[in-house]
């Protein structure tokens, strides 16, 4: 795929299959069950926002809101093998970013594992700093990194 341009668009459910299988593709452990996903797509307080090549969908970010809160948690990103190392995953941050100033917040929080170098290394790109370490936060009891990018509230994500 190369250095393609990339196409992001909200996620529809008819996006079920190709994210679930992206999913499958990317994780191994604390992998989202598809009935989550269908019911994430539908949710209220969840936003999702798919990566699109030659029409096809090579990724996708999740994000969560809670009411009143002046964070959005980035919840997941993934894109599929065969797409990586093009740009879909900035794409998808990026779009991440934008849907929380769309809703109102202020900032945008992840985890991700310590282990995760090229993900940290695509946060950091992104303007996302440390918070915190948590020690023993995923199922194999890896530490998770708590990450945050402040939003600039005037209608852009801060680079």
Aim: glycine share 8%.
């Amino acid at each position: 795929m190369g250095a393609a341009p990339f196409r992001t668009r909200p996620a529809r459910p008819g996006d079920l299959d190709a994210i679930d299988r992206i999913e499958g593709r990317s994780f191994s452990t604390d992998r989202f069950p598809r009935r989550n996903l269908a019911r994430l797509l539908r949710n209220e307080t969840a936003s999702a926002v798919v990566a699109e090549y030659e029409e096809a969908v090579v990724g996708y970010v999740l994000l969560l809101f809670r009411k009143g809160a002046t964070a959005a948690r980035l919840y997941s990103l993934a894109v599929a093998p065969d797409a990586r190392g093009g740009g879909a995953a900035r794409a998808l941050v990026d779009a991440a970013a934008t849907k929380a100033l769309d809703r109102g917040c202020a900032r945008l929080r992840l985890e991700v594992r310590e282990s995760n170098l090229a993900a940290r290394r695509l946060y950091e790109r992104a303007g996302f700093a440390i918070l915190a370490r948590k020690p023993g936060y995923y199922e194999d009891g890896e530490t998770a990194l708590q990450m945050e990018k402040r939003l600039d509230t005037r209608g852009e994500a801060r680079r």
